[in-house]
């Protein structure tokens, strides 16, 4: 699991200052909730999880008990207890100040996990508590074995609008490394389920797998475009540290993923979904209109306000960023004491602030303004333009400046330049 | 501040107390506050002569000859136990041996001499105990140690035998006229043959075996005998003591309470407290602020006459005044001729210097300044690389003294460093019979050559003799020419070959070592110069010139040097976005080629709530990271690749990941 950042203490009542707070004025707000549980942990992931098993001390386990589930609704409800604690918490510390709620995103984890009462019974939490937009949008991350249509059109009925379902993808040597259990055609089920809901589906993908060739991921990409979701999430597998993966790369029982080859995915993966009528909004996204863009996660990349609920979820308003306790029982019971679980923040620098607006702002197929940049960061744009990194039209184009075509000019990544987004982020910070 | 002085010869008791650990440094204090104008009295001294009145014929100079390793530090501690000079309480191991490279590596590089009591047949004896340097790189200086003495003491390990080194010491008292006293230590080691090289030892220099001495510096068993030889084989010094005043400075260092102290043995007249005098090569006149002996910490005296050794401070502060074999004499009365043997330090191996962080370079010029003051070989002048931005070429003795001094500078003034690949000194003649000196490749001339003159040294290896085949193809891959070869014993042979000192700079020693299984020990001298087929090979990023890994080489040694510092440089410089050709050459022509490819991949696919902290933070290192960046061209190189593209390992590991 990835460490905790490093930050300054966070205050036990949570407080965010009036600075803070005024940047709170017409931003859309968003509510992440952190469901930390899943039935099995997957060889390649390091997010903030466990398993009942994990969790519970051995003689508490139920003897000989096979069921991976075991032990889980004690856990769900002291999740749920705490979880709904810090959502009138975050209600205190916004106080006069909370907005309603744009977009609330449920992750995990494996929120599905949870039996669809509790966790619709959160979103109807948040609701009640801030009050949410007519027109708001309730994502939950989903896996394909555990929801069903009946399920499924609980959760549309309990608020939700939008499920993301975690394919990873649809060649079964492919899941077998990646510890995925699912079986592909649970997927297409999945997808027609959601769809009956009246539920928007977007598909989660992995590339770079170790064993994936080219031919795997363009049948992963075929059977994606042959169920029509509304939007495409294609990740590049990072083998993060301390992973089960991690460890068999390093015993040499896998390869490591390379660069190359993902570059080379990626290329293909644009190709196919562009011809399908997807095109990039942000470098891993894809959505064949926009009204099918992930609102709460286009919230993160413009600097805007969220509120992260659950174990080691992160938060950021007005320029304090903080982040939660991981573990489950010690965020349980920080909260049942009164306190706010942050285990620590970070107020951002105006330097920082700069550096995060660039950093997220160039992923963005809409781009970021050149107005945004400082005169280094300008002066390495057309630099990046004889590169092949960004945009000639829309960094050099518009109208002439006298008629304000300045103001237009934006930093937008060309296919080469998304996959070298990083070399393009520090050349417009000016090093 | 005090760094400089840890090099001090006992001079400054402030300084000696550093280095002490804490258990000894009481006892060392005790002894100090005792007001003791003359050491105290031992069971074998017990009418000292005092400096000033010493009769020549009671005097014995005498110095060491040994190996590292072969016990001379802990014999020459059992001797100024013996002999009452150092208490058993007070006694540190390698009592001499006072900076820490030199305690760490045990090995000496600094000299000092030790007056020492002693009383045979129930008369007085001054023993002067004359410390050598220990390593090739210092043969001046052990030839002005020796040319202090009447004798030596040739001490060789019975479990080691005779190293090559130790010969070509032992060749250098010869020269020199010295009584040798063969001695074998560690006799009480279970692996001692004292038998067999008593035979190598009486062999080399012509004696029987039976008059090798047996001895244990660790047990003490047959010190008193060996003090009692010294005093009846070693003549005395001879020396007019009504001629205006000789001394030769057999060693000079800085201490940084003090000034330079001189270490001097009085040829003729004598030197006294207050008088001025005048150094025969610089004409340079100084006061004589304090005269003393070492016994030892220093004592003053009254002065020191016919056949003593002893110290002197004048308090100037660089060891450029002091020069080690110059000679002193009185300047109101100067002798007309000094002594023979002086000549000045000459630098033989060298290296570019520069800061790993570029704002470090004025401390590196405060260092070497500082360093300079204690290290007369040692010489430096300001250079620029494209490359490594503002730094120095300096130059050494050879490679010990190479690294002693980077070690000093990094360790002393926290200075990180990268130094280039050591090169000699060439001289190029060109068509037009212009000659231009090259101490740094960059310096080549690049139009038509007439000639280049490399530096060679005469090298003698002593060795096993199973591995004669192996120690003659490295020195022929060396473009080594075997001189001679003689056996020592039927095991074992001595090996002279003339060799490029370039080809012995790098790794030679170690290689050397690694084909004999450690057996093999190395010496050599200068020996001239020859005219070599060498070219500089030029490496280039992406068609920029990268100074600092030009090498000037034989020809027929180019195209291996080009092939692998290119595919050194491959495996070290991180993917840039566009391809970066990476080519040896000589001139205009390409010996060798690598290519990195280009990156095409860097962007994190996944970047949502938590991960915009990590990201950001992952780009406030990259910021801290570039400053550790150097570019050629557009191409960015960290400091790392430099550091280990310039280190002596062939093989680099692939980059990992990307």
Not at chain 1, 271 to 295: H, I, K, M, P, Q
Request: proline share 7%; hydrophobic share 40%.
């Amino acid at each position: 699991m990835p460490r905790l950042p490093d930050g300054d203490p966070a205050p036990a009542d949570g407080a965010l200052d009036a600075q803070a707070l005024a940047g709170l004025a017409g931003v859309p707000f968003g509510m992440y909730l952190h469901v930390p549980f899943c039935a099995t942990r997957c060889g390649y992931c390091d997010f903030n999880t466990y398993t009942p098993r994990e969790l519970l001390a051995p003689t508490r386990a139920t003897p000989g008990a096979t069921d991976p589930r075991a032990g889980l609704p004690s856990l769900v409800a002291s999740y749920t207890d705490a979880a709904r604690a810090e959502i009138d918490l975050a209600a205190r510390v916004l106080g006069a100040d909370a907005p309603v709620v744009d977009t609330i995103f449920v992750g995990g984890g494996t929120p599905t996990l949870l039996p669809t009462a509790e966790l619709t019974g959160l979103v109807g939490a948040v609701r009640d508590t801030f009050g949410l937009r007519p027109d708001a949008e309730v994502t939950t991350e989903a896996n394909p074995d555990s929801v069903d249509e009946a399920s499924l059109a609980a959760l549309a009925e309990g608020g939700i609008t939008r499920v993301s379902l975690g394919m990873q993808s649809a060649v079964p040597h492919v899941l077998g490394v990646l510890d995925r259990t699912h079986d592909p055609a649970n997927v297409a089920r999945a997808v027609r389920g959601a769809r009956a809901a009246g539920l928007a589906v977007s598909l989660d993908l992995i590339y770079g797998t170790p064993g994936e060739s080219l031919q795997d991921w363009r049948a992963s990409l075929e059977a994606v475009l042959a169920l029509e979701p509304d939007h495409v999430s294609a990740y590049a597998l990072v083998v993060e540290e301390g992973t089960a993966l991690a460890a068999r790369v390093r015993r040499g029982a896998v390869p490591a993923p390379s660069d190359d080859d993902e570059a080379d995915k990626y290329e293909l993966a644009d190709e196919l979904l562009g011809a399908a009528g997807y095109d990039w909004y942000e470098v891993s996204n894809f959505t064949r209109t926009s009204r099918g863009r992930c609102r709460h996660n286009e919230g993160y990349w413009a600097g805007g306000n969220w509120w992260g609920i659950g174990p080691g979820a992160h938060g950021h308003v007005g320029g304090v960023r903080w982040w939660n306790v991981k573990h489950p029982a010690r965020y349980a019971s920080m909260l049942a004491a009164g306190d706010s679980p942050a285990a620590g923040r970070e107020a951002l620098t105006p330097e920082q602030r700069h550096d995060e607006r660039v950093l997220l702002g160039v992923r963005l197929a809409d781009g970021l303004p050149l107005s945004d940049l400082d005169a280094r960061g300008r002066a390495a744009v057309a630099g990046l333009v004889a590169d092949g990194l960004l945009d000639p039209g829309a960094a050099l184009g518009g109208r002439p400046a006298r008629e304000g075509g300045e103001a237009q000019r934006r930093a937008v990544l060309t296919l080469r330049g998304r996959l070298l987004a990083d070399t393009v982020v520090r050349a417009l910070l000016g090093f | 501040m005090m760094v400089v002085g840890l090099r001090s010869a006992g001079v400054a008791p402030g300084a000696v107390r550093r280095n002490v650990p804490h258990r000894t440094d009481r006892a060392a204090g005790a002894r100090r506050r005792r007001p003791a104008r003359y050491p105290p009295l031992s069971t074998l001294a017990r009418t000292p002569l005092a400096p000033h009145a010493t009769p020549p014929q009671r005097i014995r100079n005498f110095c060491i000859i040994a190996h590292i390793d072969h016990g001379k530090s802990t014999l020459a501690d059992r001797m100024l136990q013996k002999t009452g000079v150092v208490e058993e309480r007070a006694m540190r191991a390698q009592y001499l041996d006072r900076m820490d490279i030199e305690r760490e590596r045990g090995i000496t590089i600094k000299s000092q001499a030790v007056r020492m009591p002693f009383e045979s047949g129930g008369e007085p004896y001054v023993l002067n105990m004359i410390d050598t340097p220990g390593h090739v790189d210092f043969t001046y200086e052990v030839s002005r140690s020796l040319a202090a003495c009447e004798g030596a003491v040739l001490l060789v390990d019975a479990a080691q035998g005779i190293e090559a080194q130790t010969l070509a010491n032992l060749y250098l008292a010869m020269e020199n006229d010295l009584t040798i006293i063969p001695v074998l230590n560690k006799i009480d080691l279970p692996a001692a043959q004292p038998d067999k090289f008593a035979e190598e030892l009486a062999g080399l220099i012509g004696c029987e075996p039976e008059d090798c001495l047996r001895v244990s510096g660790k047990t003490g068993e047959g010190v008193e005998d060996l003090l009692e030889e010294i005093v009846r084989q070693i003549p005395p010094p001879v020396g007019d003591p009504d001629a205006p005043s000789r001394a030769m400075i057999f060693d000079s260092v800085y201490d940084s309470y003090r000034g330079v102290v001189t270490y001097v043995r009085v040829v003729d007249g004598n030197l006294n407290p207050r008088e001025r005098i005048a150094m025969m090569s610089t004409k340079a006149t100084h006061e004589l602020l304090e005269i003393g002996v070492i016994s030892p910490e220093p004592v003053k005296c009254d002065g020191l006459g016919v056949g003593e050794v002893g110290y002197l401070i004048t308090g100037v502060k660089d060891v450029r005044q002091s020069r080690v074999g110059d000679t002193v004499t009185n300047q109101a009365k100067p002798a007309t001729q000094a002594l023979g043997g002086y000549r000045d330090p000459r630098p033989m191996v060298f290296s570019g210097l520069y800061p790993i962080d570029g704002s470090d370079y004025p401390i590196l010029r405060d260092a070497l300044d500082k360093l300079k003051l204690n290290d007369a070989a040692l010489v430096y002048e300001p250079e620029t690389s494209a490359a490594l931005g503002f730094g120095f070429r300096v130059g050494f003795l050879g490679m010990l003294h190479l690294e002693i001094v980077r070690e000093r500078l990094e360790r002393e003034f926290n200075l990180d460093l990268i130094s280039t690949l050591p090169n000699v000194e060439y001289d190029v003649t060109l068509e037009d019979g212009s000659h231009v000196e090259v101490t740094n490749p960059s310096e080549f001339p690049e139009g038509k050559i007439r000639e280049v003159r490399e530096p060679v040294v005469r090298a003698t290896v002593l060795a096993p003799s199973d591995f004669i085949g192996a120690i003659m193809e490295l020195c022929q891959q060396r473009r080594g020419t075997l001189r001679g070869m003689d056996y020592l014993s039927p095991e074992r042979v001595e090996m002279r070959y003339t060799l490029p000192l370039a080809e012995i700079v790098f790794d030679f020693f170690d290689q050397l070592k690694s084909k004999t299984r450690g057996y093999a020990s190395l010496d050599y001298e200068p020996d001239g110069d020859q005219v070599a087929d060498l070219v500089k090979v030029d490496i280039l990023l992406q068609g920029d010139q990268v100074d600092a890994f030009s090498s000037i080489v034989h020809r027929d040694k180019a195209y291996a040097y080009g092939v692998l510092m290119a595919e050194k440089l491959r495996k070290l410089i991180p993917r840039q976005q566009f391809e970066v050709p990476i080519q040896a050459a000589i001139g205009s022509r390409i010996i060798a080629r690598e290519t990195i490819r280009a990156i095409r991949k860097d962007v994190l696919a996944k970047c949502y709530g938590g991960d915009i902290s990590r990201k950001r933070k992952l780009l406030e290192k990259q910021k801290e990271g570039k400053k550790r960046m150097k570019m050629v061209g557009r191409v960015e190189v960290p400091q790392e690749a430099f550091i280990a593209a310039l280190s002596n390992d062939a093989v680099v590991p692939e980059k990992a990941g990307k």
